[in-house]
């Protein structure tokens, strides 16, 4: 899926470009490797706990294992929640 191709019209002649769909893994989850946004994540989605700091998060992201693909998906530890955030896919 990485290498699809649209065509776009560039004046008379037809542009092929290359869609890179990766783009939106490494928007999400790399910031979310570093705890000090993964911390702001958390208070975003739990405002009401004002007492967990950075220390307290583990991340448990799945890491390609058996296919090397990417996952957009994002895990992590919160004591003993399991907070997962998990991308849908139709294909």
């Known amino acids: 899926m990485a290498g699809q191709k649209k065509d776009v019209a ?14 939106k893994d490494s928007v999400f989850t790399s ?10 994540l958390y208070r975003a989605l739990h405002p009401e706990d004002t007492k967990t700091t950075e ?12 296919v090397d693909d990417i996952y957009n998906d994002l895990g992590f ?3 003993t929640t399991i907070m997962l ?3 849908v896919q139709s294909t």
């Open 55 to 66: 220390d307290d998060l583990k991340d448990v992201t799945v890491s390609n294992v058996l």
């Open 85 to 87: 955030l998990i991308e």
């Open 77 to 79: 530890t919160v004591g």
């Open 31 to 40: 910031p979310f490797k570093e705890k000090r946004y993964l911390i702001q």
């Open 10 to 23: 560039a004046g008379d002649e037809k542009e092929e470009r290359v869609v890179k769909h990766t783009v």
